[in-house]
């Protein structure tokens, strides 16, 4: 694999990391509401779950979506399922106030968090059909196995740098500061946002 086509294939997976979706929006979520730790943790997750739907679509993920298009359809559903819930918490937990800057909504431990972080990237199908299509068609077919190992260590960093510096940004204490007084508000706005991007998955 030329150095060429690994720059490509790793600034592709980058700008589909940063591209604006249910593991960005969860990752801010997570570092306002939990702090920069936790959303390391769920970052961590996340860039695990994007290493899992390469790795799939390196071993013909787009090909069994093919000759199966139902399972891309029950992953679409699952994943608005999973999304349309997660997002109700959110909306039922507003009204929760911040007890001596905790959320009793929140996070209880580090593993809980990354545990969201892959199930929120696993639910998503939309890395799945990135990975499946456009991913496979960046890696040259005479790519070794430590080129590829080398791949998917980078999109993991990259998911994982990329959510934590949005945990980071939501994370500082003016930020937070503002959450505190307009929680009520800022909790049903990302419920919204992550309500309607679960109904957008399931029409797509």
Known sequence: MSLAAFIATISLCLMAAISPGPAVLMAARVGLRDGLKTGAA?????GLGAVFWAAAALFGLALLFEYAPFLLTALKIGGAAFLIWTAIKMWRTADVPL???EDA???????SAFRLGI????????PAV????VFVGTIPS??????????????????????T????????SKTREVYVDLKHW??????????ALGIKIAAL
Do not use: M
């Not at 909504?105 to 593993?111: E, K, Q, R, V």
């Not at 199930?119 to 939309?126: E, G, I, M, S, V």
């Not at 800022?186 to 309500?195: P, S, T």
């Open 105 to 111: 909504a929140a996070l209880p431990t580090l593993w």
């Open 142 to 163: 005479d790519a070794t196995p430590p080129a590829l190992a080398l791949v998917l260590l980078c999109i993991f960093l990259g998911e994982f740098l990329w959510n």
């Open 42 to 46: 769920l970052a961590a997750g996340i």
């Open 119 to 126: 199930w929120t990237q696993l639910a998503n199908p939309k």
């Open 99 to 101: 007890e001596d800057g």
């Open 186 to 195: 800022i909790d049903r706005i990302f419920g919204g946002l992550l309500a």
């Open 130 to 133: 990135f990975f499946g299509a």
């Open 165 to 172: 510096a949005v945990a980071r940004l939501f994370s500082f």
